[in-house]
């Protein structure tokens, strides 16, 4: 099993829907949880970090379940530019310095 | 001001080559990251270093020799470069608090065609 796996993708959706993504990890002691975003040809950048809690961001609601090791990544009304990248990012264990990234999932929004 | 930069943004080589490539941040971080992202897009941890100090060496062939002079530069520095070194390289820096990793700064990446 992978350390991180995500739904692999592309999601292609019109411009208003509503598109959720997932996320599993294998280490039940990871500490943190992030979903970054990438563009073509662009370095990742935060799109947001995932508490425990939930937490929402405009459009993008993120959840984590510590029970069943997954985090989620909901975008709602969907629009053109957030055509891109999702990458779900894990940091596997306390005091370490490793991240391990998913490979992603790749997003289509059309007109 | 760009907060983590690398140099230079486009390398093309011949194999057996030696070449370099430098990173700077001015977050003011402890921790520095370089990573790879080869042609099906996975991003894969090659180094971290915090304060100066290698902590994660991920099973990375020896050619490759991190150096971090102080704690806002990481340079890669590459030796007997393959084929299959071809690929997008990343350096990143974050605050890691009480031994947890907080948001990753990358820079815009350095494309690395090896011939």
């Known amino acids: 099993r992978k350390e991180v796996e995500q739904d692999p993708g592309p999601f292609n959706v019109p411009e208003g829907a509503t598109v959720a993504f997932n996320c599993t990890y294998s280490n039940s002691a990871s500490q943190s949880f992030f979903w970054y975003r990438q563009d073509c040809r662009k370095e990742p950048k935060l799109l947001m970090s995932v508490y425990s809690s939930g937490n929402e961001d405009g459009r993008f609601t993120a959840q984590l379940n510590r029970a069943s090791q997954y985090i989620s990544l909901l975008i709602r009304d969907s629009k053109l530019s957030d055509s891109a990248t999702y990458l779900c990012v894990v940091n596997p264990q306390t005091g370490g310095f490793k991240t391990i990234f998913g490979a992603g999932t790749r997003l289509f929004v059309k007109a | 001001d760009t907060a983590v930069s690398q140099t230079p943004k486009y390398l093309v080589t011949q194999m057996g080559n030696d070449k370099s490539i430098k990173c700077e941040q001015n977050l003011g971080h402890d921790t520095m990251y370089w990573y790879k992202q080869d042609s099906k897009k996975f991003l894969k941890i090659m180094f971290s270093y915090n304060n100066k100090e290698l902590i994660i060496n991920e099973t990375v062939p020896n050619r490759f020799s991190p150096k971090s002079p102080d704690k806002a530069h990481l340079n890669l520095h590459i030796n007997s470069l393959e084929l299959g070194d071809s690929a997008v390289y990343f350096c990143?820096?974050?605050?890691?608090?009480?031994?947890?990793?907080?948001?990753?700064?990358f820079g815009p990446g350095t494309r690395l065609t090896v011939l």
């Open positions: 990143a820096s974050s605050q890691v608090v009480s031994g947890v990793t907080d948001t990753q700064y």
